[in-house]
């Protein structure tokens, strides 16, 4: 029930009878009750309120049970009701600060709940060095007992009063000690053999927190070297981590069907109609149907939308976490959540159309048309899409992989890709580039480049979503920033999101040089006019 359930009748009865309770909880719930409800003028219940509340034992039984809950209360009464209840207040603060001194390691997290009610409403003032100091002995000593976690609250809580006090170098003394518990935890999974990946997000922690201390006071406490320290830890238990990880395994598909059709649809045509089927094969879906997907994935699979997931690379390295989601709130496009989602499911469906319909079409293509590096090379200096200068190059890199040379293909095509990219953006007068202080202009990146709004506009929504997941997401394939520093070997070369960078390449090119054909034709039958006679008619002029 809500105060507004009670009828007027109620609410009279309440006032009534609160004064003769003895019960303190019960007294305190109907005065404020009646408080809420009746005249706000009249103090008298608003005291025996706040009175009733602290009543409330500070012990840490009652302040899990309700404690916390009825002192919060009483405060907050004593606030407004100012100058009326400062006597109150203060004998309060003087309870609370007692209650606090008087705590030990046995009450376990209860001096730091008392710390933390006194902070947060500006209690004890005048004591705060006594309580940031009682805080980091109460931390050291959990921390000398193994007892980890407590110790990192303390410290943390710590911190803040520091802060207050402008206690700066205590304060980074207090964010080292919190760094170091994290990295105690990390060794105590590690030691255990327990998690090397719950190891890795300890470590994490740590770097965080380090970076978090004032440069002014990072040379006294060696944060740099420490940073460094850590950071070999976390390489050896992101290395470590892959080696927990489990190949979950889905029933097998029987795509023989889409194999068969695949084939029969590139076989018997001439190469340019051969070459227009196979790169239009696949209906890729639209946003629309990929957000609506990954919607109905979380409505059909909530336990995976409950937890978040963190990604790592080959080395160990975490490179995106998907937050988990909030389905207190609804769904929107752009939440982090779905848009992870939708790349999830975006390389599910390349694995499948690559091995069920592009590969099989591919094979029957090869033996039927023996198609030369030069013929590859025409039809790109043909396409408007590709750039004067870049024909030889996108030629080759499409050469390349219908010799199935795909790690030949993706190293030249995928700059070549940017390229065009940056130049499509720039010719509808999109800035390509940033300037720095010194007047030094620098091209942005293929990343950078579509996180230009004007994107969706150009290349349209699907296909730009197509250009992000595959080259420029973490979250995906990655393949642009993979190549460019490094980092694909050799079965990412040849893996089936090569394959597709490679067919997404060539039907770039290849339905541009087509549309282009289309256009010319239309314009010469247009000039040619209805008879023929090659002149136009005047409608046209």
Known sequence: MVPDDFECADIIFFCAIYPEMTNPILKARLADLVWIRADKRNVTAALAAMDSYRQIPLDKETWIRYGRECWERAIELAKWLKRTAKP???????????????STMDDGFFAFWLGELMLVNRLCTDKREVIAERLAFLGDEFRNCGDIHRARSFFKLATEYFERLNDIQAAACMRVSEAESWVSEAVGFTAMNFSSIAAVGCYEKAIQVYRSVPRTERGVFRVEDRIKEIRTFLADAGNNALGEMVTIRTPVQDVSGLAEAARQAVSGKDPINALKV??????????????????????????????????????????????????LAELSDNDESVRARMIEDYKFWINLVVRAEIMPALWTLIPEHRLRETDFMSLAAESPVVPIG???????????????????????????????????????????????????????????LMDRPEADKIFGEDFAFELRALFCDAYGPNLRNELAHGLLDDSDSQSVYAIYAWWLGLKLILNTYLKRLENENQ???????????????????
Do not use: W
């Not at 109150?88 to 008087?102: C, G, H, N, P, V």
């Not at 336990?303 to 989601?325: H, N, Y």
């Open 278 to 327: 196979f790169a239009n094969l696949i209906p890729a879906p639209t946003m629309k149907e990929r957000r609506e997907q990954a919607k109905k994935h979380f409505r059909d699979f909530p336990m995976q939308a409950l937890f978040g997931c963190t990604l790592m690379s080959r080395d160990g390295r975490v490179i995106a976490k998907r937050p988990s989601v909030d389905f």
């Open 88 to 102: 109150a207040l203060d004998e309060m603060e003087i309870k609370i600060f007692s209650a606090f001194q008087k």
């Open 523 to 541: 314009i010469s039958d247009s000039l040619a006019g209805e008879d023929g006679s090659g002149e136009a008619t005047s409608e046209m002029c």
């Open 390 to 448: 870049r024909a030889r190059l996108v030629g080759k890199a499409l050469y390349a992989g219908y010799e199935l040379n795909f790690d030949i293909a993706l190293h030249l095509l995928i700059p070549q890709i940017e390229h065009i990219v940056r130049e499509c953006l720039k010719g509808a007068g999109t800035s390509v580039t940033t300037l720095d202080l010194n007047g030094i202009e620098t091209v942005v990146g293929f990343s950078t």
